[in-house]
Nanobody, 123 residues
Framework: QVRLVESGGGLVQPGGSLRLSCAAS????????MSWYRQAPGKQRELVAG???????NSADSVKGRFTISRDNAKNTVYLQMNSLKPEDTAVYYC?????????????????WGQGTQVTVSS
């Protein structure tokens, strides 16, 4: 059993900052990549930023220069530092991980999602 638990969402004024965290726990062997997605009301879920096990990152054009993704491999945790927040950043933010488990000896990769955390940017 693997769980992803997000934290750090909330209400913030435009121009403010928030830091999201996502901790993976359970029978994890290796985590290959962790990402943050978001879904605003009436819109499709979209990739915000991702990071591989060797810390290669990518991010959506809409957040470049404002959001930074990082990870702590020892803690199986990924972070999303969000600065200069805009009302259009309002969404539920989901953590995603691609990983292998200790119970699958074939070493197959699985995708897991967190439950989501609400970020609201409003004055």
């Amino acid at each position: 059993q693997v769980r992803l638990v997000e934290s750090g969402g909330g209400l913030v004024q435009p121009g403010g900052s928030l830091r999201l965290s996502c901790a993976a726990s359970g029978s994890i062997k290796s985590i290959y990549a962790m990402s943050w997605y978001r879904q605003a009301p009436g819109k499709q879920r979209e990739l915000v930023a991702g990071i591989t096990s060797d810390s290669n990152t990518n991010s959506a054009d809409s957040v470049k220069g404002r959001f930074t993704i990082s990870r702590d491999n020892a803690k199986n945790t990924v972070y999303l530092q969000m600065n200069s927040l805009k009302p259009e950043d309002t969404a539920v933010y989901y953590c995603n991980a691609i990983l292998s488990t200790r119970t699958d000896y074939a070493g197959r990769r699985y995708e897991y999602w967190g439950q989501g955390t609400q970020v609201t940017v409003s004055s």
